[in-house]
């Protein structure tokens, strides 16, 4: 079993900045890639970032130039640096994973956490 959990959530004025944060634990043998999606109020769950296990990167158009995606593999975390927030940005953020781990190889999602831009 592999357990995702988020961090680095709240409430900051656009313009502002946040950073998330996801650690992942359990019987890890390798993660091929971390994303980050999000879920705003009536809306379906959206692809934000991603990056491999090579380091590559990939970003939502809306996303491009403001947030960056990182990843510490020996510490199997990733990271997402949000700048220059709007309140369109406001959502909940979850963290996804793709694990070989003891039962083969699947997908995990985080709790979540929330992200709201506002003054």
């Known amino acids: 079993q592999v357990q995702l959990v988020e961090s680095g959530g709240g409430l900051v004025q656009p313009g502002g900045s946040l950073r998330l944060s996801c650690a992942a634990s359990?019987?890890?043998?390798?993660?091929?890639?971390m994303r980050w999606y999000r879920q705003a109020p009536g809306k379906q769950r959206e692809l934000v970032a991603g990056?491999?296990?090579?380091?590559?990167?990939d970003y939502a158009d809306s996303v491009k130039g403001r947030f960056t995606i990182s990843r510490d593999v020996a510490k199997n975390t990733v990271s997402l640096q949000m700048n220059s927030l709007q309140p369109e940005d406001t959502a909940v953020y979850y963290c996804?994973?793709?694990?070989?781990?003891?039962?083969?190889?699947?997908?995990?999602w985080g709790q979540g956490t929330q992200v709201t831009v506002s003054y």
């Open positions: 996804n994973a793709a694990v070989l781990d003891g039962t083969g190889f699947g997908g995990y």
């Open positions: 990056i491999r296990s090579g380091g590559s990167t």
């Open positions: 359990g019987s890890i043998f390798s993660i091929y890639a």
